[in-house]
């Protein structure tokens, strides 16, 4: 199955897409003419570069200069990516011009609330792509947040064995269960998650229930269904949380992302 991807819009050197990649696709060293601010928006991905691979589970915004090699590995759910790209010679460059300036970090709730009712004002037609545009990059430079990303294979195998139960099990994972299985509390589990994938186990597993009702979705479920195998209650508590993630209801994500 092809990726899905459309162009949200264009101005004075500059261009936002929403990419849709599918679960398990892997892209090899490359490298983009143009600057690149990207936000992960849902799903999961591994992006390496220089010999550096960054894992991340969260929403996060990533700056990648013109020509910078790397190569990625999407989730098991796949990955919404949101990619603001800005030709090398435009004016708003000159934060991203250092050699080997390679970043993600985790926006900070405001920004990311700004970040989605900027997309839902240029979807709607409320704001020209030049105003969107403009403040997106904005944003994105601001450099609010905390690195996020943790080296790749860095945590205790228990916490994989944690972090997978809550992205797999259909039913809701017993924590006590699991810190018991770790010979930790529960409470202390939930700190050592934390501080390992930046983000609490409840919304990590919540975040993964949105991952692969979006999957559904791309692959031709109806909102209803796609609700349903992403584990929500119903379709009204899926449209919420998309909603709240990316700024973009299911109906706006397969309406832009129709193939």
Known sequence: MMRRQTVLAKSAGMEARLTWYNPGETMPVHGHRAH???WLLSGEMCETSRGTA???VRISRGIKPAGLPHANLYGPAGALVLALNIEPDA???TDLTLPGD????APSAEISLEIQRILVALHDGAISADLALSDLAGRALEGEGETTGR???SADRWLNRVREQLRDDPDEPDMQQLAAQAGI???HLSRRFTRQYGLPPSLYRLRCKLGRAISGLMQGESAAEAAQAGGFADQAHFTRAARRQT???PSHLRALLAA
Not at 102 to 105: A, N
């Open 102 to 105: 390679w970043d993600w970090s």
């Open 185 to 187: 509390h529960r409470v």
């Open 247 to 249: 700024g973009m209801t």
């Open 36 to 38: 690149q601010l990207s």
């Open 91 to 93: 004016p708003l460059c």
């Open 54 to 56: 960054r894992e991340l």
């Open 151 to 153: 080296p790749a294979a």
